[in-house]
């Protein structure tokens, strides 16, 4: 495994003492809220010292964030630094003086000191040189622990006292903590931003890797995929290979079948629940559809697997259609009866956001009905339906536990529905279950098609993006 | 001496007896249901449209009272009244435009020529086509000014062809008014127009129908003076080819486009004549408390 070498933070070790140390702070800066509320309070009273320009509570705020703010981001960092630099300062000299080189054997001799700290079951004897190491660990953290812990309260005591210090009529102290909030709401507001960017950036690296032993064009248009290597040299096996067409027409196939069953009935729904129904049928069904979206996909795949798969089959046998009995038909049938919510709620809900004026108008010039619906409602309502197609084909493309249950697992190179094919995500659900090796192309083929899945996704929202520019039609 | 005057009254109230405060009570509906009998000349020599003993609810309420009028040929009548009288409701059952509001039941009779319009065998997809409307705000549709117009020609299957269905677009933006601003742009949205603009689209957009008779439900109440005084113009205009009904809020604009005004007061209408009498001679006491700027 050459890949762990993550060296992850004992959990026992070092944060159990930081629990009581930001109770702490936490309770410091209440204490200075409440030190700056009366402090502000006192001022208002003194007749000469003029209007408070922020009520009481905004100066009691701002003495608490200071006291509180700065103490736990040191807390934090220190937190994140301390445990590598503990280490290398513990292993000083171990390694050389074992004679080892090879990273991945230093990895190794790390672990072992980690588990005699954190007091683990050590697999083999305990070597004193290693031992030497890991009671000097537990005294450096100790040292360590001490001395956050001062800084930390300093900080906290600094700045509650700086603040407490400046407290006076004139400082702005509710614009300096709106300041601080807005700040606090920018990081949330980005914080989905950096995860999404370190999940592709993850794949990414991964996929390189990849590509450093697969070219590139075999796999994009390699009609084979048969991901199995043989592990050791002299092992019997296949050598792999790792063309992505016939599964990435696999995923196309399904949800292009799913997408058949679910954009027609899900809109259909949605115009006849938003433009027809009388409005307790609407009350009742609309919930009854979106439970669809609750169900389990697992349980989808029973269904798909147990039920539709096997009817389709012995339909097939009717009829001397040859069927498989795992095969891309029953996997998007159910698929696409598993997405129509996903269509027909959203859509239901841009048709009734059509301002209610555009029908009139409709009606008053003579149109009928459908006549307003064809072709007032609906290009109106275009960038909504097409949001909730688009939505509906990601949950398609992604969807992978239906397909393991009814689609099963041959890659097979077939527009043929009654065929068994598979898709990215079934794939990459194979490839990583298991023991993997890292320097395997077999392993790393997954992430290959999680970019190439990440990929086709992005492309199709901005296709989408496109199309709702070019047509939508603006009411408002 | 208003608060001496007060308190005599209040002291006549409470010597009063109780049979005699019952025999008030009952004149007091007797001058009420008097007083909803229309004062004026509701009905006309060459009627377009005939409405008689209308009445409209609303679930439990009753929004409409026993109206009858008449609408005459190529004149403009005008509907005034205060907030919530009934007058929007009243102007939408003459093309059954509350059929679309859940609720609403209308009895009596409304006639467009011959037509019984709440006959239960009449489409009410051809008489929208032959009694146009146009909206309190502007709804221009999201479409090409061009699309806008054709519309309803294009439903209606007027046409055989585009050159015709062109002209149909050019001559009923030219009626409207709005050709000289516009013809260059046709391709351009609809909602892309000023306020004033887009009304005399959506006004053009009627007459593209053919329509006999346009209601225009307060079509100026979303515009500025001087896109008002540009669809008053037309509405002047358009009485030639057209009869108009008008509802609005604004007195002087009833009196500067109409010919007729009828009155509306919580349902009923009190009181139909000519623009010119009802404005300086008007007969029924709330009609007058009305137009002198008492209430409304």
């Not at chain 1, 097409?386 to 949950?395: D, F, H, K, N, Q």
């Amino acid at each position: 495994m050459q890949r762990n070498e993550a060296i992850r933070p004992s959990i026992d070790g070092t944060h159990m003492s930081s629990a009581p140390l930001i109770t702490l702070v936490l309770i410091l800066s209440s204490l200075a809220y409440w030190l700056g509320r009366r402090r502000a309070f006192a001022l208002a009273r003194r007749p000469s010292a003029g209007k408070l320009h922020s009520r009481p509570g905004y100066y009691g705020v701002l003495t608490g964030l200071w006291c509180g703010l700065p103490a736990l981001v040191i807390v934090a960092v220190w937190q994140m630094a301390a445990d590598p630099l503990l280490t290398r300062m513990a292993m000083d000299g171990v390694a050389a003086a074992k004679g080892v080189v090879n990273p991945d054997q230093i990895n190794l001799l790390v672990n072992d000191m980690r588990n005699l700290v954190a007091g683990n079951v050590v697999a083999h004897e305990v070597d004193p040189l290693i031992q030497a190491a890991a009671d000097r660990y537990l005294g450096l953290q100790r040292i360590s622990n001490l001395a956050l812990a001062t800084a930390a309260l300093t900080a906290a005591l600094v700045g509650a006292y700086l603040i407490l210090a400046r407290i006076r009529p004139a400082l702005r102290a509710r614009n300096q903590v709106e300041r601080v909030i807005e700040i606090i709401l920018t990081l949330c507001s980005t914080f989905a931003v950096f995860i999404t960017i370190g999940i592709v950036l993850s794949v990414l690296f991964e996929s390189i890797r990849f590509f450093q032993q697969i070219p590139l064009a075999d796999f994009l248009f390699g009609l084979k995929w048969s991901p199995q290597m043989a592990i050791r040299a002299d092992q019997a096996g296949s050598s792999g290979s790792f063309g992505a067409i016939p599964v990435l027409t696999g995923t196309f196939l399904i949800s292009g079948i799913a997408m058949a069953i679910a954009v027609p009935f899900g809109l259909m729904s949605a115009i006849y629940l938003s433009e027809y129904a009388g409005s307790t049928f609407r009350a009742t069904v609309k919930p009854l559809l979106e439970i669809l979206a609750g169900v389990p996909t697992v349980v989808y795949g029973f269904f798909a697997a147990l039920v539709v798969a096997p009817a389709i089959r012995d339909l097939g046998a009717l009829t001397g259609l040859p069927v498989a009995s795992e095969s891309a038909l029953a996997a998007g049938l159910v698929m696409g009866i598993m997405i129509i919510p996903f269509v027909s709620s959203l859509s239901d809900d841009v048709i009734n956001a059509v301002p209610q004026s555009l029908r009139d108008g409709s009606y008053g010039l003579g149109a009928t009905k459908s006549e307003t619906i064809k072709l007032v409602i609906l290009p109106a309502a275009l960038p909504g339906i097409v949001g909730s197609i688009l939505l509906a084909v990601s949950r398609a493309i992604g969807e992978t536990m239906i397909v393991v249950m009814a689609a099963g697992l041959a890659a097979n190179l077939t527009f043929n529905p009654l065929q068994a094919v598979t898709t990215v995500t079934v794939q990459i659900v194979t490839l990583l279950v298991g023991d993997q090796e890292f320097d395997s192309p077999k392993t790393l083929a997954a992430f290959a098609l999680g970019m190439l899945l990440f990929v086709v996704t992005l492309a199709l929202n901005v296709i989408a993006l496109y199309v709702v520019r070019k047509y939508r039609e603006e009411y408002e | 001496m208003a608060a001496v005057l007060d308190t005599v009254v209040d002291m006549r109230d409470v010597v009063m007896e109780k049979n005699e405060a019952d025999a008030v009570a009952a004149k007091a509906r007797k001058v009420d249901r008097d007083e909803r009998r229309t004062v004026g000349l509701p009905f006309v020599e060459e009627p377009r449209m005939i409405c008689r003993e209308v009445n409209v609810y609303y679930g439990d309420k009753h929004a409409i009272r026993n109206v009858s009028i008449d609408v005459g040929k190529n004149e403009v009548l005008a509907m005034i009244g205060p907030s919530g009288c009934g007058k929007s409701t009243f102007l939408r059952c003459l093309n059954r435009m509350n059929d679309t509001v859940a609720g609403c039941r209308v009895t009596g009779e409304i006639f467009l020529d011959d037509l019984n319009i709440y006959d239960r065998k009449v489409d009410v997809v051809p008489l929208r086509a032959q009694v146009g409307m146009v909206f309190q705000k502007p709804n221009p549709f999201p479409k090409s000014i061009f699309d806008n117009v054709a519309y309803g020609p294009k439903i209606h299957g007027l046409v055989n062809s585009k050159s015709e269905l062109q002209d149909i677009v050019e001559s009923s933006l030219k009626k409207a008014g709005l050709w000289n601003e516009v013809s260059d742009r046709l391709d351009q949205p609809g909602t892309g127009l000023s306020g004033g603009q887009q009304q005399r689209l959506c006004i053009a957009r009627a007459i593209a129908v053919r329509p006999e008779v346009i209601l225009m439900d307060e079509p100026c109440s979303a515009l500025d003076p001087i896109a008002t005084a540009t669809v008053e113009d037309l509405i002047t205009e358009l009485k030639e080819q057209y009869t108009i009904v008008i509802v609005t809020h604004n007195m002087q604009q009833a009196a500067r486009v109409s010919q007729r005004t009828a009155y509306f007061h919580l349902g009923d209408l009190v009181e139909v004549g000519s623009t010119d009498r009802i404005f300086t001679n008007p007969r029924h006491q709330l009609t007058e408390d009305y137009i002198t700027g008492r209430f409304g």
